[in-house]
């Protein structure tokens, strides 16, 4: 090996590394820190909608090798509401817990990131593809109800001009569902464990569903 390609070993070494720092210190762009995000939480949207319309698939066969007639009042709708409330309760802890789990979140902080930046985006990832789980769901059961020949959204708790009713209201599931998200959001990055903070989501709903009791009791004492 001649004294000259010797020389340029070390130089091109250099210039090697030079290359990998340039690219660790360049800015990254946030459609693709987005587009990272939205690819974490697909397999968790196609779970949930994959149980939904699979329990729903097994509904319509056994109804055709039945005599009994599917009719919009069975309370079909509530198959259609778990969905986005089942997404709710998984995407913020799979956002953040996973990343903290598998240490990839510690990483991303050593990029040219703030920890503001990683955080916005999961945060808009999560409401976004919740929202868009919402949509799929509620025009599914419209398509669905349609076809059973009744009115979507004037049965049981979808009718949300109801002002007396034994359960919530559509409203009231958009907002939990948000709720859901933003809670498990929270707790998975206060806490390593995704376990832990799911677990933490019983005693958060139960709070807010036995202040929406006491709030629906006091309302009832006000008008009598």
Known sequence: ????????????????????????????SGWALLWKEFRQVMPLILTVLGLGFGVLLMILVSSAFSSQRLKVEHGYWFLFLAMPMMYATGVGILLVGTEKESRSLTWIRSLPISG??????????????LAMVWVIALTSWSIFASVLGGEPFLVSSLDIYQSESA?????????????????????????????????????AMLAVRSEEHTSELQSRVDIS
């Open 116 to 129: 503001t930046q990683i955080a916005w985006n999961k945060l808009v990832v999560a409401i976004a593809t």
């Open 167 to 203: 359960g919530w209201l559509l409203p009231t599931y958009l907002a939990v569902s948000l709720f859901l998200c933003l809670a498990g959001f929270a707790f998975a990055w206060r806490f390593e464990s995704q376990v832990l903070s799911l677990v933490l989501l019983v005693p």
């Open 1 to 28: 090996m001649s004294s000259q390609q010797l020389s340029s070993q070390p130089h091109s070494g250099e210039y090697r590394q030079r290359a990998i720092d340039s690219r660790a210190s360049a800015p990254i």
